[in-house]
């Protein structure tokens, strides 16, 4: 599967963002799908992550109550919804899809799959 994404920008402190990751090629159905991403001078890290049937997410704890992972199958898109946003968000973010749904969300190397990645720069 092929994975495309989208939506990133410059937004001020305190504003929202809508990541889009878009796939084709497979059926995405089949596959579950993470956010990570990787601040200037920073280890690429779990964001948040989202189960192939939609039934169930995860997030980093830095991000809970502020994003949103959401997925609608039958677009083969998946949206990571930003709000609250600070600078320590700054970063670019990367979608992943992984085959193998039992494995973990968190984890980076159960994604087989990943996106270009999206610049999201926030301003204080």
């Known amino acids: 599967v092929q994975l495309q994404a989208s939506g990133g920008g410059l937004v001020q402190a305190g504003g929202s963002l809508r990541l889009s990751c878009t796939a084709s090629g497979r059926t995405f159905s089949d596959y579950n799908v993470g956010w990570f991403r990787q601040g200037p001078g920073k280890e690429r890290e779990f964001v948040a992550g989202?189960?192939?049937?939609?039934?169930?997410?995860l997030y980093a704890d830095s991000v809970k109550g502020r994003f949103t992972i959401s997925r609608d199958n039958a677009k083969n898109t998946v949206y990571l919804q930003m709000d609250s946003l600070t600078s320590e968000d700054t970063a670019v973010y990367y979608c992943?899809?992984?085959?193998?749904?039992?494995?973990?969300?968190?984890?980076?190397?159960?994604?087989?799959?990943w996106g270009q990645g999206t610049q999201v720069t926030v301003s204080s």
């Open positions: 992943a899809a992984a085959t193998r749904v039992y494995l973990a969300l968190a984890t980076r190397t159960n994604y087989n799959n």
């Open positions: 989202i189960r192939w049937s939609g039934g169930a997410s």
